[in-house]
């Protein structure tokens, strides 16, 4: 059991940094708007779980204006997609464990 423990990764152990790496599994981007919205958070909480994820090279940033207006939209790293698959691959082990 300790070894299944060792793989989950304490990135993801705040729901907002679960919820924003979910949404980007199943989504090519998102907006920080539309990120904010999904995961019912402020606008400082989700920039702090945000800047932590890209931080360990989990997610990155692009930063663009459309029209006149700044847009920050968000991707998961190849880096943070294999860390994500693992965590989720240990909770299935830890789901099994008799």
């Not at 779980?49 to 459309?66: C, P, R, T």
């Not at 880096?79 to 994500?84: D, E, I, M, S």
């Amino acid at each position: 059991m300790k070894e299944i423990i060792a793989k989950l990764n304490k990135n993801f152990e705040n729901r907002v940094r679960l919820g924003i790496m979910s949404t980007l599994m199943v989504n090519e981007e998102m907006d920080f708007i539309a990120l904010k919205e999904l995961l019912g958070v402020t606008d400082g909480n989700l920039a702090s779980h945000l800047k932590a994820l890209e931080k360990h090279d989990l997610i990155s940033v692009k930063k663009q204006f459309v029209g006149r207006k700044p847009k920050t939209t968000y991707l998961i790293t190849q880096n943070g997609r294999v860390a994500f698959v693992e965590h989720l691959n240990a909770l299935e082990q830890l789901l099994k464990k008799d």
